[in-house]
């Protein structure tokens, strides 16, 4: 138990005689000569951003309807006529066409609105 307290102090010393003369030096230091933030965004206004997200989303989203688009028709030749397995296939691309119709309708509602806010 003395032992280990003696070792918990030397290194509490040996942390606070190396780092503290670096802190305070560093704190002195007169740095750029601005007080503002870089932004991480790269977006310099609300417009810029949403249609910078709303970019993501579609570039995500459309390949992914691609990709449930294929999988509804391959839905449709597994099923092999079998109605319960045909009403599943077209349930799955009914909501794909859906989805799809939604994400491109929030791209062209983004777009209208920022002519909109453009011309104003």
Request: no cysteine.
């Amino acid at each position: 138990m003395k032992n280990n307290t003696i070792n918990r102090v030397f290194w509490s010393a040996m942390y606070v005689a190396l780092f503290l003369p670096t802190i305070i030096a560093l704190a002195n230091s007169p740095g750029s000569g601005s007080n503002a933030l870089p932004n991480p965004i790269a977006a310099s206004t609300f417009q810029e951003l949403i249609q910078k997200m709303l970019k993501v989303v579609i570039d995500i989203g459309v390949p992914v309807a691609t990709l449930f688009i294929i999988y509804s028709g391959f839905l449709f030749v597994k099923a092999q006529g079998n109605p319960e397995k045909l009403k599943e296939a077209k349930e799955t691309f009914f909501w794909t066409i859906v989805g799809t119709a939604v994400l491109l309708g929030a791209w062209v509602l983004a777009q209208a609105i920022a002519g909109t806010i453009n011309q104003l």
